[in-house]
């Protein structure tokens, strides 16, 4: 897995998505590289969330293309992952949860234990591993469907909010785990609104306002001059809509 | 009164017993109740995990031919399949008419439909939650067919629960198809049927009380099917 072609970079063009007639995206065009951890913020109803799952493929766009320009392109959706607000946990035990993720991807199954049990040990789960994952605290499920999603190896891994209903602790939690993964070289996509999360973690900012791309801009660069006057407001604090 | 008082006791005593011929007669209904759940159960969770899934032109009709299915008239059915197992009909040389066999048809045709509109229903509901997280696993519809009804395994033990309470009470089809022979297709609500007619009042009140009896222990299992599992998995929450 770990030999496999870069998929990226990520190349999205002119990008737009409506329902029923009503906009919700519009020309959105940027490029992310490999190894790159980028945030995409903005206010509610910005489009976070479906840029992600548009750059996932979860969802067709009704214009515009989102493409990977690297080697491995035409294998992309092998490659990648995505992790969801509120964590999907299959109803049986948190191992199995693994098992089956790297069973989709034709892992055979003797070599599914071992990762299974790497995964779980990097999310500090392993003493969860025979619990059916859905009676895990939030905290836990959500570092269950990070460890699911990196057990497969993806080169490219969405976090769409992975803390938004989690306490400090658990959050704190999943962002060294996010840390951790983004370490690895994996690529990271990530919505929050969470403007101390994204200091923390972000190489790039992608900053979305009412369906528009308004900046794309290295993280320091955004926190401290911020081009746009929606961006200016936006990390001052002040109420954006 | 007393001569339900006097037919209680009777029939208490026949069951006590473990009467040769009740007991011919339960084992024979278990086994074609049974069957022929099994045979919905194989036909109609896959179906219904497919209604669920699949987005296809004329899907609410099919939807509501399904539901509508659930509520097929057993006798009908009987009918039904009467004419195409009877020796002229299409399905005739099989010689079946009259044969356990025939009974078994003909409660997985009203099993089928039940078995599948809750499975539909239940799969749909599972979908909605799973869908995004499945796509992005990279599961195809089969595969994801096969996990959805895993998934669900807690709730569709319901669905096949309920589809074997309709084909252990009915009465109408496995009548027409199986004739209520003694000894080959006599099952406990036929013989009820019959008995009641003759005055044996207390072998029909017998199997009536065997009839409630399995419908409370399968009702009870179900609930306690539903509890484990959201004790331990979680799995209704």
Redesign the interface.
């Known amino acids: 897995m770990a030999t496999f072609p870069p998929i990226t970079p990520l190349s999205v063009e002119g990008l737009a998505f409506a329902v029923d007639g009503k906009q919700l995206l519009s020309e959105i065009s940027f490029t992310l590289e490999a190894h790159r951890t980028a945030l995409v913020l903005g206010p509610n109803g910005a489009g976070k969330s479906l840029l992600l ?1 548009l750059c ?1 493929g ?1 969802l067709q766009p009704t214009a515009g293309r989102v493409s990977w320009q690297g080697a491995g392109a035409d294998q992309a ?2 490659h ?3 992790v ?1 607000q509120r964590p ?1 946990m ?3 035990s948190a191992a199995a949860n693994i098992d ?2 790297l069973s ?2 034709g892992v055979p199954a003797r070599q599914r234990s071992s990762l299974t049990a790497e995964a779980l040990e990097r999310a500090g789960l392993s003493a969860l591993a025979k619990r ?1 994952a ?2 895990l605290s939030g905290g836990e499920q959500q570092r269950l469907a990070l460890a699911r999603a990196w057990s ?1 190896r993806p080169q490219v891994l969405f976090l769409d909010e992975p803390t938004a209903s989690l306490d400090p602790a658990a959050t704190r939690a999943v962002e060294e785990l996010i840390g951790r993964i983004r370490a690895d070289g994996t690529t990271i996509v990530m919505t929050t609104h969470d403007l101390g999360q994204a200091r923390r973690l972000a190489d790039e900012i992608i900053f979305l306002h009412r369906g528009r791309l308004v900046e794309k801009t290295a993280a320091a660069d955004f926190f401290s001059n911020p081009q746009s006057q929606e961006a200016r407001a936006f990390v001052a604090g002040e109420l954006l809509w | 009164m007393n001569d339900f008082s006097d037919a209680f006791a009777t029939a208490l005593s026949l069951i006590l017993n473990l009467d040769q011929d009740l007991a011919e007669i339960v084992l024979l209904s278990l086994r074609v109740s049974l069957t022929a759940v099994l045979v919905a159960a194989v036909i109609g969770l896959p179906l219904g995990a497919a209604l669920a899934l699949f987005r296809f032109p004329g899907r609410s009709a099919a939807i509501v031919i399904v539901n509508a299915l659930m509520g097929l008239p057993p006798v009908v059915v009987g009918l039904v399949v009467y004419l195409l197992l009877s020796r002229s009909g299409p399905l005739g040389p099989l010689g079946l008419l009259f044969s356990p066999a025939a009974m078994i048809i003909a409660q997985a045709v009203l099993v089928t439909p039940i078995v599948a509109a809750l499975t539909r229903q239940v799969v749909e509901d599972l979908w909605a ?2 869908e ?2 499945l ?5 195809t519809p089969a ?1 994801a067919i096969g ?1 959805l009804l ?2 669900g ?2 709730s569709l033990v319901t669905a096949v629960l309920a589809g074997f309470g309709r084909a252990s009470a009915e009465v109408g089809a496995v009548m027409i198809v199986g004739g209520n022979i003694a000894h080959v297709t006599r099952v406990m609500t036929t013989t009820i049927a019959l008995e009641v007619s003759k005055g044996d009042l207390a072998l029909a009140l017998g199997l009536g009380i065997i009839l409630i009896a399995l419908s409370l222990a399968v009702n009870g299992a179900a609930s306690l099917i539903r509890e484990t599992a959201r004790r ?4 209704l ?1």
């Open positions: 799952r996932h979860l959706s092998a990648q992952a995505m969801f999907v299959l109803r049986r089956y993720a989709l991807r059916p859905r009676v497969v | 939650e799973y995004e997280q796509r992005s696993l990279g599961a595969r996990t895993w998934d395994r807690f331990y998995q979680g799995a929450a």
